[in-house]
Structure formats: C-alpha cells, structure tokens
C-alpha cells in the first residue's frame, strides 16, 4: 500500500491523470492451487520511468480496450480520490474523543466493533473519520442504560456462553 500511495502522490505532482478501473478477479475468491504471474502486455513497449501509456493520450483508449478483452472490468473514470481521502481534522482533539470510546466499550460491547473501526485512523483522521465517531456519541447518548451491569448474588459460579462455530 506503501508503493500505491507513493505512486499516486509522484503522479499527482506531476498533474498526469491517473485512469481508474475495477478489474474482476477470479482468483479472489477462492484459494489459489498454482502461482499468479502478471507481466505488462507483450505488444505495449515499456520505457524506464513511464510504463505502458508512455503520458501518450491516445493510447489510453487502447489500453483500456485491450484490458477490457482480457478481463472483465468497469472503467471508473479520471481517479479523483484514494481510500480515505478528505479535509483532515486536529489529530489530539480526535484521538482523546476515540481514546475515550475504547474505555467506554469495554462496558458497551454494542459499540466495540464502530470504536475499533474508528482507531484505525488515530495517525491521519479525516472529516468523515470525525463524523462517524460523532455518530457514535449520538448513538451513546440515545441510548443511555446499555451498559454492563454487575450486581450481587448469593451464589458464586461461573456462567459462560459463546457464539461461534469455528468456522463450520
């Protein structure tokens, strides 16, 4: 992912387009029996710092036929945005919100799985990343009373339950 972003950023600098497509795998969805090669198609000359289109407009629309008659894919246009993009929030303010929230799950269970979503951006948060923890606090605040409650008994056993098979 690394490499993507450092691509995209390289790209981006040098205001070159960058062309989107959602390519079908089939070998996604399954356990693969032999190893995957991918090599850049025979007929496209590869130059040293530019691969396949050599910044060439028209062949671009080659390209994309060309991949559309060996895979199938969707062609998702010009690439405006990658994976989380957005107007980037003060970085303290959220962690102290999202810090708050994972102590609070270990007694609302309901909100664990939100408030582990929502960590996974601690070092970059985003507007979006902001309001999805404010969707969590607004469901807190709906919702008061759900918490973990413990109280005393006469009896002192252990009672455990689980959900999960194991996968099948």
């Not at 090669?37 to 530019?50: A, S």
């Not at 960590?119 to 807190?140: D, G, S």
């Amino acid at each position: 992912m690394n490499s993507v972003k450092v691509l995209l950023s390289l790209e981006a600098n040098l205001d070159r387009l960058i062309h989107q497509f959602d390519v079908k795998n089939t070998f996604l969805h399954g356990n693969l029996e032999e190893e995957v090669y991918m090599d850049i198609p025979h007929n496209f000359e590869y130059v040293k710092t530019k691969v396949l289109t050599r910044d060439d407009v028209k062949e671009i629309p080659r390209l994309k036929e060309y991949l559309a008659s060996k895979f199938e894919i969707k062609n998702l246009g010009n690439l405006k945005y990658f994976i989380c993009g957005g107007v980037p929030v003060d970085r303290g303010s959220y962690q102290r919100l999202v810090d708050k929230l994972i102590y609070l799950s270990h007694s609302r269970l309901d909100i664990a799985i939100a408030v582990s979503v929502v960590n996974q951006f601690m070092h970059a948060p985003h507007e979006a990343h902001l309001a999805a923890v404010m969707r969590i606090l607004r469901y807190l605040n709906s919702s008061p009373g759900m918490g973990l409650y413990f109280s005393k008994h006469d009896y002192l056993s252990v009672e455990a339950y689980k959900d999960a098979d194991w996968v099948g």
